[in-house]
């Protein structure tokens, strides 16, 4: 058997990021589902009167609305080869109930990355804002 030391001050870093990212643990898990699963379970982690507002400033409001920006050529969680890496480093709790976490974006094209902020209820997203990072 093989020890591995890790000193405390990592490990208790390590773990405090993963806590602070865990509410977003269906949010994440939903945007890298299979294509066919993906929308409703994207749906599902928001609370029915959610708002999202993207990069471009545009907000919609509401699970439809949502759901047309998610649908839309606004998103790329559809383009082929998508997938969505939180980066736990990034991870803050900004203020209660609101977490920002840098997210890289990549699929068949290339990669983005954006800072998302996430305003949690009752484990539900009730507000997300997106923005993106000088690449």
């Keep these: 058997m093989v020890k591995i030391s890790i000193p405390i001050d ?7 990021m993963a806590s602070i990212l865990s509410p977003l643990d269906p949010y994440f898990k939903a945007v890298n ?12 982690a928001f609370h029915t009167h959610a708002t999202l507002t993207d990069p471009d400033g545009n907000t919609y409001y ?17 383009t082929t080869g998508f997938k969505a890496t939180p980066d736990p480093d990034s991870a803050q709790n900004t203020r209660p109930n609101e977490i920002r976490v840098d ?4 699929n068949d094209v290339g990669q983005i990355v954006v800072r998302d ?5 009752d484990g539900l997203i009730v507000t997300m804002r997106i ?3 000088a690449q």
């Design 62 to 78: 509401g699970r439809d609305e949502i759901k047309n920006f998610y649908s839309s050529a606004r998103s790329s969680v559809f």
């Design 117 to 121: 902020w996430f305003e949690m209820k």
């Design 33 to 44: 589902s299979p294509r066919d699963e993906r929308l409703h379970l994207i749906l599902a």
């Design 10 to 16: 990592i490990l208790i870093v390590s773990i405090k």
């Design 103 to 106: 997210i890289t974006l990549s």
């Design 131 to 133: 923005t993106k990072l």
